[in-house]
């Protein structure tokens, strides 16, 4: 699983920092996780998947996709807004970019207000 940590924190372009930030632990400890120095703890394990939407299944085995592929109209909502010749394809991977970053803090004072926009 040691391995795997570290290729969905290369794959998202994060220091061990930033990576550790998302999760609440710190860069040592990813550190120690991606060396096989310290196991992964469960809790652990469902907070990288939670928070990078990564499988499970691919997280414990390596078996499968490393990405949780939506499904639906979910499937369908991302499948449009992700082609490149949408003209706010730019403004969505920028959006997400931004997101992907903010502490968890931030993401939720932003959640809040997009839910408050969502309600009036």
């Known amino acids: ?4 940590i570290k290729e969905i924190r290369k794959k998202e372009a994060l220091t061990l920092k930033q990576f550790g930030k998302k999760l609440g632990v710190s860069d040592s400890a990813i550190s120690r996780i991606e060396n096989g120095d310290r196991n992964l703890t469960e809790q652990m394990l469902l907070s990288v ?3 990078f939407n990564v499988s ?3 997280l414990r085995t390596g078996k499968g ?3 949780i592929i939506p499904i639906g109209e979910e499937a369908e909502i991302i499948s449009e807004l ?4 949408n003209p706010i394809y ?3 991977k920028d959006i997400v970019r931004k997101y992907k970053k903010l ?7 932003l959640e809040d207000f997009c839910q408050d926009l969502m309600n009036k």
């Not at 992700?82 to 010749?85: A, Q």
């Not at 502490?103 to 004072?109: A, I, Q, R, T």
Request: charged fraction near 55%; charge should be negative; hydrophobic fraction near 25%.
């Open 1 to 4: 699983m040691n391995e795997r």
């Open 49 to 51: 998947c939670r928070e």
């Open 56 to 58: 499970e299944e691919w």
């Open 65 to 67: 996709d490393m990405y």
């Open 82 to 85: 992700i082609e490149k010749d």
């Open 90 to 92: 730019d403004l969505v």
């Open 103 to 109: 502490d968890p803090k931030s993401k939720k004072v």
